[in-house]
């Protein structure tokens, strides 16, 4: 008797396919929703991103292998139900109708969840990279530069107010006022500034309160400007290598009833510390952001 071809062998093998799309399924699943966590759970930029990167290279490289894995299986069994279906194998037609509709359903879930994660993490990097991060950057530079515009204006007045106290005096040479230091004293003391310097009309020092905070480079100009009765002020970093220390020469010409110069006032402010840090910070971030935005196509992509 002529044995019945066994039709256990394909339903194993139909079997077979099923259990690893279903588990490519579940495995796509389980890689969006961790994606979503780390999406909420980290920001751009920060050491979690950019470690939690690697763990998602990872996960792309199973993903890649796993289709690489069911495209061989499936490729396998296709190949192997079109020679069934040419050879005229009884029930090929059924099983190819039902590979068809097998392969149909487990398509459909896979392109939603494409789609679905495909949005989700577009929109979360548009959102990361979009304009109001710029708009931040700009602003806080512009908060910045104009707090130095006003600590320049402030030191400059501060200045100018002392060298009218100071023209009462009329001549800075006289050597019957040796009361000139203590009354420089008085003055730093009462208006907070760490060096205060007066010349007279020919730009020879002639008294100094304080320490100072920086060498006599870049003075000379502000005080050949007071003399010529044009107040100036400066702003400069203290040393070269300090970079969060920077403060405020401001100049002012010291004028007699008869409104001539005969000298010049000179004081140096330091700016806060804090200041300048907040500033170096929001550079920074914003510098780090710009590098991350070259990338930003590497990174959809990825």
């Not at 097998?102 to 979360?124: D, E, H, I, M, R």
């Not at 401001?250 to 510390?273: D, H, S, Y």
Request: charged fraction near 20%.
């Amino acid at each position: 008797m002529k044995e019945l071809p066994n039709s256990s062998q394909p339903d194993r093998n139909t079997s077979r396919v099923r259990r690893y799309v279903l588990g490519m399924i579940l495995f796509l699943v389980f890689a969006l929703v961790a994606t979503q966590i780390f999406l909420r759970q980290t920001s751009v930029g920060s050491q979690k991103f950019v470690s939690a990167t690697y763990v998602l290279w990872t996960a792309t490289a199973l993903i890649v292998l796993a289709l690489l894995i069911l495209a061989t299986l499936l490729g396998r069994n296709l190949i192997k139900l079109y020679f069934e279906r040419k050879s005229g194998q009884v029930g090929s037609r059924f099983k190819a109708k039902m590979v068809r509709i097998f392969v149909a359903l487990s398509l459909l879930p896979a392109v939603l969840l494409f789609s679905l994660a495909y949005t989700l993490v577009k929109g979360s990097i548009e959102q990361w990279f979009s304009a109001p991060a710029v708009e931040l950057h700009k602003w806080s530079l512009a908060i910045a530069e104009q707090y130095y515009r006003e600590a320049g204006a402030r030191a400059l007045s501060l200045a100018e107010n002392i060298a009218a106290k100071a023209g009462a005096r009329e001549r800075l040479d006289n050597p019957l006022q040796p009361d000139l230091e203590q009354a420089l004293s008085e003055m730093r003391q009462l208006y907070h500034i760490e060096n205060l310097r007066i010349y007279t009309r020919n730009g020879v020092l002639a008294g100094e309160s304080g320490s100072r905070l920086s060498g006599a480079a870049g003075v000379d100009v502000l005080v050949a400007a007071a003399l010529e009765g044009v107040p100036q002020s400066q702003l400069k970093a203290i040393a070269p290598g300090e970079v969060l220390r920077q403060m405020i020469w401001a100049a002012a010409p010291i004028r007699n009833r008869k409104g001539e110069v005969f000298g010049a006032i000179v004081t140096e402010t330091e700016i806060p510390n804090s200041v300048r840090f907040q500033e170096i910070s929001v550079m920074e971030a914003y510098d780090a952001y710009q590098r991350l935005q070259s990338r930003e196509s590497a990174l959809r992509f990825n």
